[in-house]
């Protein structure tokens, strides 16, 4: 087995791919680090699974050390309140997500707190449970009440705050997309909310207002069950 490698060491790494341009670019998206991702990748990729030293890099505080944590930690060995704990300290919507795709579903967290994050009321623990729910309907969705989260939806989403409100809009699109019968509903919420309507789509992607975005999935599923 390899020695440890050392938390100085790896610091002193991501400091030296600390890149002012990436920094000003991410920080406009509520992201303060400057690491490239694709960079990040690799230095992950040849450390490899290391979870002591994936916590040390999670206790700085750091955004760039904690994106790196996500990826070189053991999911399982974390406990339930750990990951909890972890979730309500973070400050960045990228690392949040990192969080959830590298350490909350490999770790199988996300059926303990899907539910409770959802009504959490900080911002990006929100973007979290909502996030998870997303994924249960479009894996599970007899394992959850699809009316319940609809009902919830057309009555929080448009004050919730701004992460929040972007994943239960992504729910809502999941529900309308992978839902025929509560198809038109979610329609009907996404038009009377009108949330995201007015947010621009860059050229080839899909808007992310709800009711374009399920007419245009659907609208490719189609021709292939044809």
């Known amino acids: 087995m390899a020695d440890p490698t050392p938390l100085d060491e790896v610091l002193q790494e991501l400091a030296a791919l600390e890149n002012p341009r990436f920094r000003a670019v991410n920080e406009r998206n509520g992201d303060d680090h400057g690491v490239n991702l694709s960079q990040l990748r690799a230095v992950a990729k040849r450390l490899k699974k290391q979870h002591e030293l994936a916590v040390e890099l999670w206790a700085t505080g750091d955004t760039a050390a904690r994106l790196l944590a996500t990826l070189v930690c053991r999911p399982r060995s974390f406990t339930p309140a750990e990951v909890d704990a972890m979730v309500h300290d973070i400050r960045s919507p990228k690392l949040l997500d990192w969080f959830v795709v590298n350490v909350v579903k490999p770790g199988r967290f996300g059926e303990e707190f899907r539910e409770d994050w959802a009504a959490d009321g900080a911002d990006l623990v929100g973007r979290a449970g909502w996030t998870l729910q997303s994924d249960k309907v479009v894996k599970a969705p007899d394992d959850v009440d699809l009316d319940a989260l609809l009902d919830t ?52 992607c899909t808007p992310p207002y709800a009711p374009v975005w399920i007419a245009e999935m659907v609208g490719r599923q189609e021709p292939a069950r044809a």
């Open 153 to 204: 939806i057309e009555r929080d989403m448009k004050d919730a705050p701004e992460n929040t409100q972007w994943a239960m809009n992504t729910c809502l699109a999941m529900i309308g997309i992978n839902d025929p019968g509560r198809r038109a509903r979610a329609i009907g919420i996404g038009e009377n909310l009108q949330v995201l309507a007015d947010y621009p789509a860059s050229p080839g």
